[in-house]
Structures are given as structure tokens and as C-alpha cells.
């Protein structure tokens, strides 16, 4: 944590824990960081506490313990000054279904524009990046779900966040929407600069798109690495089977 | 197979706690609490009218006949009515009822010229009884009915005496003699009773108005925050670059416009529904309860509709965000009803002229009454509990806003509360099941 500097991190994230009320204790400890402009992906088994983290992260929910700032920010001191510079897409969100796709990114986009021009700027980059060509023009409660993810994404990556946090962004979608989702979150990564923190199932998902990985097991990190190199160090064919090696022994 | 589906739906529908609330319990506890306050407020206000009675009845009399007939009504006021008089000299009957109501005394029985002569000949006297009715309420009517009954219980005594004393009178007049015409002065206007009659008709319905609005409110503002949990659009909402208490402020905006076009539209209706009565029956507009408090009361009266449908909606707003779901959110809502139908009911049958004054301030200061008691306190002249009223309304609509803006700052909007009782139950049912 300490090799790469405080001024190159995008997230810390230091001795989490996240109690609910009654009890359950979602995350027990968990430390990571991410660095600037790379994609980190949190993989785990379901109820491991990756949606959690991404709540904390994204101000959602205040930590029980721990601390975690976004570029040098306290996430509970300072959530107003972290909530300007992420962008968060939950995993199961939605949009407003009497909307139409359009009218939905103008209402975002001025919620952080500058001016007028700034915000249609916006409207039009998202616009190109959902894909969604004529059909922004329809109300969202036409779209399909696949659809309503891409206008989501592009909602997501439209405001040029300096961290985007993604939880779950392909969940439940046909292969070509995700793999539209994917390349745009890789593609806009890249020639934005954009950090992007996003949590998955998917192992393949995981792979392509990010740089590094941290395994989470009932709140806790148990692994960490790039893709590839976890792979090797595991000393098996692909990360799902890390993921199965590192989760099942832990 | 419809068995299984039945059960499904039932537990499904059962095990939802905030529904059990909101459909089954509210209005249960609607009933009952209208029931327990109608049979209270009616019960109170015959007991004050009995108790007014019971002392003696006091009224001016204007006596422009100075015969027989009239002094035996004067014997009979005092020994059967236990009436304390006081006499007046001649006069319009308003303007001489308005200097009696000045010395508390709230009727005037007036015997016109030729009574005793009319009676002495066989034929039928007219008495005129002029009542201040100081409020559309059960107990001001009662009382207005104890005055307004004199000249049928004078003919019941007279009639007694015509037929002991000879048998050669004509039986139709024998066996009423008198007969008489009874008018108020309510609101400062003299009016006919029957369209007093009309306009308390009017008044009972009333409540049923703001009701609807207050209730429609609450719903559509509890929908609000159910469909931002519902669509999953909350999420996104409280993670964008405003402040939590922006959200709140824009949803409340909305609100207020809901409220202002819901009161407009609901005063149109209700103005349109009042003239029409009150036309039905030979009056207009100008005869009607709205016509009687003049554009000025009519503006107070929206003022505190639109007040009640601002708490509602506010309500409707933080309670509907306990809920998971539009369903849950709007059970909740059940709630809202039973605090608003209440007290409006309290407040129609109070008497703002004849109820004690502590008892008034203090339907006055229970939130949703002012529709009612703006009206009332209008048509009363006893503006003191309106401006109670609107206060206390606007005192509660402020701590519900300050209780809604906590409710956004916190995580709780998202986790919800009772998980641990919730587990506890969970665990108590698999250790039972095991």
C-alpha cells in the first residue's frame, strides 16, 4: 500500500468494518487501494460485502469502523466533495420510467454541468456511448433491460468522474449488451483517464477489463494481484479457478 | 391448485407488517375513533344545551300586543320554560337581538300586533322568534331549537285551555292555536332556518373534502419516495453531487404544487357543490356557508386546506420512506387517515360558541383541524382559534420537515430499520421449525 503514495491513490480503503443494524457484519476488515486511472475489480461469492464497500465508497452508508477516502477525500467527512468527483451505478438501478432516455441525461448532466453547453456536451457523449441511437427519444419504461443498463453506464461515465464505481455493471445482460458495456468501460477508461472501481461475478469480465483484482471472502480481502499474475501464482488455467482455490481454502 | 395460489397470496399479503397497518388496523381504528368522538361531541353538546335549559332559557321580549294572550305566553315562558325575560322596546327584531346578544341573552321572541285579538276571534296568532345561532354545530342548533319550539309548545298549553274552557270552538284551530316563524341571525345576517338547515347539511359534508385531498396528498407524496425505492432509482439519487436536503426541498416543492393545484381544484368542486345546494332549496351562492364568510374567509378556508395537504403530503413523505416498496410506502399512508379524519370530525362538532374554551383550544391545536376550524371560526366571528389552528399546523408541518431532512442525512433511508428484531423473529421461527 505504501509503495505506490498517497498522492497516486484513488481509493483507500483502511480496516474496514461494516456493521448493520441487527447485526449482521457484512465487512470485517477489509484494506485496499487503487491507484489512479487503473480499473480494480472486487470479485467474491455472494454476501462477501462487495456492494457494501461500493455503498461506503460511494457515501452510501458510513463505515462502522476504518476509514476510506477517494483521492485524499474522507468518504464521511467530506461525502459532499467525494459525491462531485465519483459517479456510482448500483447494480440492480434504474431510471425514471416516465422519462425519456434524453430528458433522463439532461437531468443528470446539469446536476453537474457548468453551463448549459457543458451539460449538452454530455448529453451527446452519453448519447453515443449507450448506443441507444433513436430510442433516447422513448420514455424509459420502453426500454429492455439491457438498454436500460447501457443508458445507466453512459449516465455513469458521461459526468467524466475521477473514480467511477460500477457494481455489477454486465449483471443479467444477453452477451452483446455486455460486451458493449465492456468495451465502453474499457474504451472510456483509457482515453479518460477515468479510475473505475467495479465489483463482479464474472471472472472473464474481470480479466479483460481490469488491471488488478482483490478477491473478497466474508468482509475480508484474501487475495490480490493482476489477473494474470494470480493465475500464475495459484499455479492454475484462469482466475475462476483462483477464485475457486483462494474462496474455498479460505 | 387455487388452494395453494390463495395461501401464497395471503402470506405473502399477511407477512407484510406496514400493510396489516396501513389496511386492516387503519381503518378499524378510523371507526372507532370516529365513533368514540361523534358519540363524545354529541353527548357534550346536549348535555351543555340541557344544562342551559335546565338553568331557564333567557330572551328579550318585544310585546306589540300588550293583550291577554300575550301576558299568558309571558306566564307561561316563566313558569313552564323557566325563562328569565327581558323586555324591549320596539324595533327592527336584527338590530334589536344584535343589543341582546351584547348582553348575552341570544333570542327574541317577538308578539306582533292583533295576537290576542286574532286568538279572542278564533283565529290563529303568529309569534316571530329571532335566534343567534353562534356556530353550525349540533349544540348551537339544539339550543336554537329549545327558542325556536316556543311558539309550538305555547300552542300545545294553549290549546289545552281553549278546549277545557269551551266546547263550541273550532276544532282545527283548538288544536293549534299558535303558530309562529322562526329566524337567525347567523354570521351577522338574518336567515331563514330552513336554509340554516341547508347549510348545516352543508357543513356535515364538509370534512369530507379536505379529507379526500389530505388523504390523495399523503398518498401520492408516500408514492414519491416508494417508487424512488421501487425503481431503484434512490440509490443513484443520494449518490449525486446535491445536498440530501435538495432532495428533500424538490420533493417537497413538488409537493407544494400537487397541494396548491389539489386545493384550487378541490375548493372549484366544493364551491360548485355548495351553490348548487343552496340553490336547489330557493338561495344561491350568497346564502350558502362559502357566501356567508365573503371572499376574504373563502381565501382563509383554501389558506388551511392548502396548509393540512402541505402536512399531509410531508407526512405522506416521511412515512412512505419506512417503506420498501409503493405498496409498503402507501400502507403506511393508513396512518395519515387516522391522524387527519379524527380530529376534522372533532373539530365539525365542536361549538365554538357554546363549547368551554380550553376544550376548543385544544381540538384547535391538533394538526389537520384547521380546514374545519378557519371555517368555523369565520362564520363564529372567533378568529382566535383559527389563527390556533393555522399555527399549530404549520409548527407541526415544520418539526415533520426537520424529522424528514434527518431521515434523508442518515443511511437509514437505505438499510431501514428493525433488522435486529426482524432476525430475532427469523431465528426464533427456524429454531421452532427444527
Known sequence: ?250 | MLRVLVVKELKDLLRDRKLLIGMILAPLLIYVAMGAVMSFSIRESMRAVEERVEKGVELGLMDLDKGPYSTLLRQFLERFMRARIVEVEPGPPSKVLRKLIAKRVPALLVVPRGFSRNISRGLRGFLEVYVEIGDLSISSMALAGVYSSIPERFSQYLSTIIISNSSSVNPVFAKDPVGGVSKALFAGSEVDMALLQSMMGQAFMLPIAPMLVVGYAASLAAMSIGVEKEEKTLEVLLSLPIGRRGIVLAKLTSSLAIAALSSVSMMVGLAYYISSVSTSIGGGFGTSIFGFVGPEGLAMFAAAVFLSVLLASTLGLYLGSFGEDVRSAQSMVGFVWIVATVPLYLAMFSDLALDPPQRLLAIASIPFTAPLMVLKALVSSRLLYAAVSMASELLVLILVILLLAKRFEGEKLLVGRGGARRRRWGTLLVKRRA
Not at chain 1, 457515501?59 to 469502523?65: C, G
Not at chain 1, 433522463?104 to 448532466?109: D, E, G, P, T
Not at chain 1, 472510456?188 to 479483460?208: C, F, I, K, Q, W
Not at chain 1, 488491471?211 to 500464475?232: F, K, M, T, Y
Open chain 1, 1 to 250: 500500500m505504501e509503495r505506490l503514495g498517497r498522492v497516486n491513490l484513488a481509493v483507500e480503503v483502511k480496516e474496514l468494518v461494516k456493521v448493520y443494524p441487527g447485526g449482521v457484519a457484512a465487512v470485517r476488515g477489509l484494506s485496499f487501494v487503487v491507484e489512479e486511472g487503473e480499473i480494480y475489480g472486487l470479485i467474491g461469492p455472494n454476501g462477501a460485502g462487495k456492494t457494501t464497500t461500493l455503498r461506503i465508497i460511494a457515501t452510501l452508508l458510513k463505515p462502522t469502523s476504518g476509514s476510506v477516502r477517494v483521492f485524499g477525500l474522507d468518504v464521511v467527512r467530506e461525502a459532499p466533495r467525494v459525491r462531485r468527483i465519483i459517479s456510482y451505478l448500483p447494480e440492480e438501478a434504474g431510471a425514471y420510467r416516465n422519462l425519456t432516455g434524453y430528458e433522463y441525461l439532461s437531468f443528470m448532466a446539469r446536476l453537474y454541468a457548468a453551463s448549459r453547453r457543458d451539460a449538452e456536451e454530455m448529453v451527446e457523449e452519453a448519447i453515443r456511448i449507450s448506443g441507444l441511437g433513436d430510442r433516447i427519444h422513448d420514455k424509459v419504461k420502453t426500454y429492455s433491460k439491457g438498454m436500460k443498463r447501457r443508458l445507466l453506464l453512459a449516465r455513469t461515465l458521461m459526468v467524466r468522474p475521477r473514480l467511477a464505481i460500477l457494481d455489477e455493471p454486465t449483471s443479467g445482460l444477453d452477451v452483446i449488451h455486455a460486451l458493449h458495456v465492456r468495451r465502453v468501460i474499457r474504451d472510456y477508461a483509457r482515453s479518460h483517464g477515468v479510475t473505475v472501481l467495479l465489483s463482479s461475478h464474472n471472472m472473464l469480465e474481470v480479466e479483460y477489463l481490469c488491471s488488478r483484482v482483490g478477491i473478497v471472502h466474508q468482509g475480508r480481502l484474501v487475495a490480490e494481484g493482476e489477473p494474470r499474475r494470480l493465475i500464475e501464482e495459484h499455479g492454475v488455467g484462469n482466475l475462476e479457478e483462483v477464485f475457486a482455490k483462494v474462496v474455498g481454502g479460505a
